[in-house]
């Protein structure tokens, strides 16, 4: 158990929906970063907050937001949801904003969008 | 774009023998490299980290840093039926987010 937690489980969204997904870092951590892992692939950035700032995005279009918050919880908000999303949602958190700090991985998000 | 390749797989051994899996990375400013394992239908999960160049040695694993050659591998010696999961071999990106980037993937199965 990394102490990192994700919320929801398992989601089943409609293409063109929104949704929201959460992240609780591991204790000490201050710093999130998301990740997509499509089936049979290793996971892909999406993007990393640091203190509340974003510190560093990936390929992925603007539709896909996010926020961290004083606590350092996260969120990552997907707009007008694609058949393409579905996905493993993955949130890891370090311990700092700069590299060398391993990333823990918390259990993940399986989204399916029909 | 930068990359890290691994061998798909799959990679069979007896159990009792050495797993050797192997990664190369195309970002020569990368500083940091990483193995996962997953299980299947599980996250990743963070079993070794390697910064100089040489070896690291953690109980069976042992994690080699090449990066004239550009070149990253983990072995596990003794592998027992729980090693059978997906290795993952990540990179950081030398950059100020240090994202990971990371390869496909290399499926190992133990056989008893």
């Known amino acids: 158990e990394t102490g990192v937690t994700q919320s929801p489980t398992h989601l089943i969204k409609t293409r063109g929906q929104q949704v929201t997904l959460r992240c609780s870092s591991q204790?000490?951590?201050?710093?999130v970063s998301w990740y997509q892992q499509a089936l049979g692939q290793g996971p892909q950035f999406i993007f990393q907050y640091y203190r509340e700032e974003e510190n560093g995005r990936g390929n992925f279009p603007p539709r896909f937001s996010g926020l961290q918050f004083p606590n350092y919880s996260s969120e990552l908000n997907v707009n007008a949801l694609e058949l393409d999303d579905s996905a493993l949602y993955l949130c890891a958190s370090s311990a700092g904003g700069r590299g060398g700090y391993e990333q823990y991985f918390g259990p993940g998000t399986r989204l399916t969008v029909t | 774009q930068k990359e890290v390749e691994q061998n798909s797989g799959p990679l069979s051994v007896p159990e009792g023998a050495i797993a050797s899996l192997n990664c190369t990375y195309s970002?020569?400013?990368?500083?940091?490299f990483f193995w996962y394992r997953q299980y299947s239908g599980k996250s990743p999960e963070l079993i070794m980290s390697i910064y100089s160049n040489g070896d690291k040695e953690d109980g069976r694993f042992t994690a080699q840093l090449n990066k004239a050659s550009q070149y990253v591998s983990l072995l596990i010696r003794d592998s027992q039926p729980s090693d059978s999961a997906t290795y993952l071999c990540?990179?950081?990106?030398?950059?100020?987010?240090?994202?990971?980037?990371f390869g496909k993937g290399t499926l190992l199965t133990v056989n008893p």
């Open positions: 970002d020569r400013g990368s500083q940091s």
């Open positions: 990540a990179a950081d990106s030398g950059g100020s987010n240090y994202k990971l980037t």
């Open positions: 204790s000490g951590h201050n710093t």
